[in-house]
């Protein structure tokens, strides 16, 4: 690791880490210049260590000396994804990922796995030693894909066959993967490149259906689903051409406000329409994104405001859930 000064800058294929004190969370950027910051209230700490396939030469500025490029399955282990490494073993991959390729393999760092649902661990453990693995195999590109090459809603084709992950970049810097963070990127291998990211993707989420669909097919928003039905702004969502968010209230929600503001948002062509456009943003926005205050335009054309602390993020005040459901058009918060 290097001290930070102003000759850090020029030293050739040092790269920086941006990590938040008393946290597990890191990020590793280009290997230029950094300021540090404050992500979700907390000032991050840089420091400076040599870029993948870099290392250091005594007495010599910067890192200098070129590592041998290792297989796919060992560079996501030397980046410490080893307990995702340890499934793939399992599995019977592990020959593939060693030698055939080119291949993109984002690997879920080892702090991903306690985070992981009830639902999504016991998936797992039932395909494991499975070669047919879904969850392992929608972590798998059958294409090399650089980051550079990333963008705003980029569906990209994974090993698991009909089912895409959705990229998505921001202007604060950050990039997610199906909402995961990607928090160490282009990652070069001998038959490939490996992304690290901070969860373990679900292949089950509904990135198939429209997110339009998705409220209406799910109990928790029969409210919002009448209103969508009963204006016939459903059909707009269906045909849009943006992707989008909706920040869907649920039953509880409606049945928190006064029973005349309720009644009005229900019988009020205008009123139906207004609180419907409030609540759709014409782009996605994963809560792992969010940094800092950011405010956005609604499809009414008001502003909403998204911020973050260290308990979680917020829309107008009201904490996300972190439950977000994934369509093919967007997501639903």
């Not at 229900?266 to 205050?293: F, K, Y």
Request: aromatic share 6%.
């Amino acid at each position: 690791m290097f001290t930070r000064d102003v000759t850090t800058t020029y030293r050739p294929n040092a790269c920086v880490v941006e990590e938040i004190p008393n946290s597990n969370t890191e990020f590793w950027t280009e290997c230029r210049y950094w300021r540090s910051r404050k992500i979700c209230g907390k000032k991050t700490r840089i420091r400076f260590e040599c870029c993948e396939g870099f290392s250091r030469i005594d007495d010599e500025v910067g890192c200098t000396r070129v590592k041998p490029l290792k297989n796919l399955l060992e560079t996501a282990e030397a980046l410490g994804a080893t307990k995702w490494a340890d499934y793939i073993r399992e599995s019977g991959l592990a020959n593939e990922l060693e030698t055939a390729g080119a291949y993109t393999l984002f690997a879920p760092t080892n702090q991903a796995f306690s985070n992981l649902r009830r639902s999504l661990k016991s998936q797992m453990e039932s395909y494991r030693g499975n070669p047919n693995n879904p969850i392992l195999l929608y972590h798998i590109l059958p294409t090399k894909l650089k980051s550079d090459e990333f963008k705003a809603n980029l569906m990209a084709e994974t090993r698991h066959q009909g089912h895409n992950v959705r990229i998505n970049k921001y202007s604060n810097g950050m990039t997610t993967i199906n909402c995961a963070l990607l928090i160490r990127k282009d990652q070069q291998a001998t038959n490939g490149i490996v992304h690290v990211i901070d969860n373990v993707l679900d292949p089950s989420v509904g990135i198939l259906q429209n997110v339009a669909d998705m409220v209406l097919n799910d109990g928790r928003f029969s409210v919002l689903a009448d209103i969508l039905e009963k204006s016939g702004y459903i059909n707009v969502l269906r045909t849009m051409q943006e992707s989008i968010t909706i920040l869907a209230p649920s039953d509880e929600a409606f049945q928190k406000l006064p029973e005349s503001r309720r009644e009005k948002i229900i019988n009020d062509r205008e009123a139906r329409m207004a609180l419907l456009q409030n609540h759709v943003i014409p782009h996605v926005i994963c809560e792992s994104a969010i940094t800092g205050e950011h405010r956005v335009r609604t499809m009414l054309d008001s502003k909403v405001s998204f911020n973050c602390d260290i308990a979680g993020a917020y829309v107008e005040n009201t904490k996300l859930r972190g439950n977000f459901n994934l369509g093919k058009n967007g997501i639903i918060h």
